[in-house]
Each structure stands twice: as structure tokens, then as C-alpha cells.
Nanobody
Framework: VRLVESGGGLVQAGASLRLSCVAS????????MGWFRQAPGKEREFVAA????????LYADSVKDRFSISKDHAKNTLYLQMNSLRPDDTATYYC????????????????WGQGTQVTVAS
């Protein structure tokens, strides 16, 4: 299974972006999908995750009131709607799929996309 992200770009602070992540196949092991981000010189950090088959979602405190994660089973696609973007949201955003559950630990996700760059100018 391959994950391909899109939707990143350069925006001004306060703007919105919607990231998409398309999975090439339907993985019967998939329990959860999530978004992580990594800024230059920093470790990869959890952003949001959801249950692929149920309704549970989980957010990092830093994005909880601004970002929204969603899915479209028919399109095998994961989304991240990002509103009120701030310069400290600047990072490469990665989509991930896992068979463990809706968790924040990157090591527990077994399939990753190549990332899409989000840059927020002040």
C-alpha cells in the first residue's frame, strides 16, 4: 500500500489549507490513520488521528481548535483541514496508516507517505 499526500503550499498566517492522503489499496489491517509533521531541526510530532472504521478522533493540543481530520472510505482518502494557520505550523506533513489503534506514537504506524510541505508566512 502506498500513501500519497497533496495539498501543501505557501500561505499567509490566518489562511487555510486542506491536505489529502490517498491510499493506493484497501488494507484490511488498517485500524487508524493519522497526520504527523516535522519541522527542520525538530522531531516528528503527532498532529491528529482517526479510527478508519469507527468515529474516534484524536488531536494534538496545539491544533485541537484549528485542525479537523476526516476520511472518505469510498475514495480511500484521509483529509486534514487546517484553519487559522500560524508560522509555527510550518513543517512537512506526513500521512500514516497503522494496525494498532488511534495513537500518537509514530513508531506504531507502519505505512507512511512521502510528505507535503506546508509553509506559513507571518
Amino acid at each position: 500500500v502506498r500513501l500519497v499526500e497533496s495539498g501543501g503550499g505557501l500561505v499567509q498566517a490566518g489562511a487555510s489549507l486542506r491536505l489529502s492522503c490517498v491510499a493506493s489499496d484497501r488494507d484490511p489491517r488498517r485500524v487508524a490513520m493519522g497526520w504527523f509533521r516535522q519541522a527542520p531541526g525538530k522531531e516528528r510530532e503527532f498532529v491528529a488521528a482517526l479510527s478508519w472504521l469507527a468515529g474516534m478522533t484524536l488531536y494534538a493540543d496545539s491544533v485541537k481548535d484549528r485542525f479537523s481530520i476526516s476520511k472518505d472510505h469510498a475514495k480511500n482518502t484521509l483529509y486534514l483541514q487546517m484553519n487559522s494557520l500560524r508560522p509555527d505550523d510550518t513543517a512537512t506533513y506526513y500521512c500514516a496508516s497503522g494496525a494498532i489503534g488511534v495513537i500518537t506514537t509514530a513508531d506504531e504506524y507502519d505505512t507512511w507517505g512521502q510528505g507535503t510541505q506546508v509553509t506559513v508566512a507571518s
